[in-house]
């Protein structure tokens, strides 16, 4: 008969397991989506897998047909990061939600919106349930919003008694459970819509919510814990432990098999659900692992990166290979002033002729061009109408007045620049890398 074993080193088992798994970790290898300016903040994803949604700090969305590591389409509407996204089961309808308290539903078929509300606050958690006509959206400011789908009138807004909502999701019921930040749960259910107190689900901040199967919550929190709870009544039946690091993301495999979970230091842990343990870790990303989507037949895991890239693994992937990465033109020229400075516009602005717009218009080519010009860029209506020119005189007094001042009622996030020599600095820059001929472009071309 064996001995027993220690209680202390019973609890350090899951911790010990994840340790051994750590030691064969691997980057993720599989395809890479980049076309974002910024941090990825959000995924949402078709159950076929055929349409994958992200939303950047770059106050983006993009849509994506994820096998071909094409874009179907980028979306413009909000004009501060994209916190959280979700999409419906069939891939026509998302929601998305962002730091400038704005919530937009979006028809995804016909690439357009369907509506957009000012909330107050930035939001930070959305939901959808497309088979009662209903949206969700979590904000800043404690509240959780009920809105109708088809035209965003708002249905009922709930108070959390000081507890900002981090993680919403409807359950197959209609059930709406809210996660805060002080670690409570929450549910809204009933017409009209009632907030009621479900219970303490750890005493932390609760990070995600997924629906491991249709009896099964798994809920993150910041000390690294999954803590698993049996619906309805939401029973603790267990815990996941070991990562080194806040969790920040959470993802479960239909059918119940896995869940997948994405902490502050760029790690992904796949686990098992059935044996409760870790199965494989990843460490696809330089920096916070933001969100996480499982998609399609082979159910394809897909993670959103504090390094703007978005990365799938997926059973049966090659193992990875060292891969060349772009050298960007600020890179190339690291060492000089200029572009030192214009690393705190690469978020939202490319330089290169094949760059494109992100959150602001592409710079290629910027002087001598007409403010307002650039096609496909759905500039404010302030800065479209301005007459300005860009010029050496004109990018000059932007930075020196500010945005605020000089194109007032524009959505440029700029800040001033008040060193003269800082400006003379970046417009020398500008002009040499965005200007290859080493001339001006024609007036209004």
Not at 99 to 105: F, N, S, T
Not at 180 to 202: D, I, T, Y
Not at 351 to 359: I, K
Not at 365 to 373: D, E, K, T
């Amino acid at each position: 008969m064996s001995p027993p074993v220690p209680r202390a080193v019973a609890r350090l088992a899951p911790t010990l397991l994840l340790a051994a798994t750590l030691l064969s970790a691997q980057a993720a290898s599989g395809q890479e989506l980049r076309a974002h300016g910024g941090p990825v903040r959000a995924l949402g994803a078709a159950a076929d897998g055929g349409l994958l949604l992200s939303g950047s700090f770059d106050t983006s969305l993009i849509a994506w047909r994820p096998a071909e590591a094409m874009v179907l389409h980028r979306f413009q509407g909000h004009d501060g990061a994209v916190n959280a996204v979700a999409v419906d089961r069939g891939g026509t309808v998302a929601l998305s939600g962002g730091e400038d308290g704005r919530l937009i539903a979006w028809d995804l078929a016909n690439a357009k919106e369907r509506f957009r509300r000012e909330l107050a606050a930035k939001v930070l958690a959305v939901a959808l349930d497309t088979s009662r006509g209903l949206a969700a959206a979590g904000t800043g400011d404690g509240a959780v919003h009920l809105l109708t789908l088809a035209d965003g009138a708002v249905r009922a807004r709930l108070e959390l008694d000081g507890e900002r909502p981090t993680a919403l999701l409807f359950l197959p019921d209609g059930e709406l459970l809210v996660a805060g930040h002080l670690g409570g749960l929450r549910s809204v259910a009933g017409e009209p819509a009632q907030l009621r107190e479900r219970r303490p689900a750890s005493g932390f901040a609760i990070t995600d919510l997924a629906l491991a199967d249709d009896r099964t919550l798994a809920a993150s929190a910041i000390d690294g814990t999954i803590r698993l709870f049996a619906l309805p009544e939401l029973e603790p039946v267990g815990e996941l432990t070991g990562h080194e690091a806040p969790i920040s993301a959470l993802a479960a495999e239909p059918g119940g098999r896995r869940l997948a979970s994405g902490d502050l230091k760029g790690r992904i842990v796949l686990w098992s659900l059935a044996d409760k343990r870790a199965e494989r870790v990843l460490e696809p990303h330089a920096g916070p692992v933001w969100d996480l989507a499982f998609t399609g037949p082979r159910s394809s895991l897909w993670s959103a990166g504090n390094d703007a890239v978005v990365r799938r693994w997926a059973e049966g992937d090659p193992p990875p290979e060292p891969t060349a990465r772009t050298v960007t033109v600020a890179e190339a020229e690291g060492g000089e002033r200029g572009a030192k400075l214009f690393r705190a516009c690469r978020a939202c602005h490319t330089l290169e002729p094949d760059g494109g717009n992100r959150a602001g218009p592409t710079l290629f080519r910027l002087f001598g061009r007409p403010a307002g010009s650039v096609p496909g860029y759905p500039y404010s209506e302030a800065l479209a109408r301005s007459g300005i020119v860009w010029t050496e005189e004109t990018v000059d007094k932007l930075f020196a007045l500010g945005p605020e001042t000089f194109t007032p009622g524009s959505k440029m996030p700029l800040q001033r620049m008040p060193d003269p020599g800082d400006r003379a600095a970046l417009i020398a820059y500008l002009k040499r890398v965005t200007m290859p001929e080493g001339r001006t472009e024609e007036r209004g071309r």
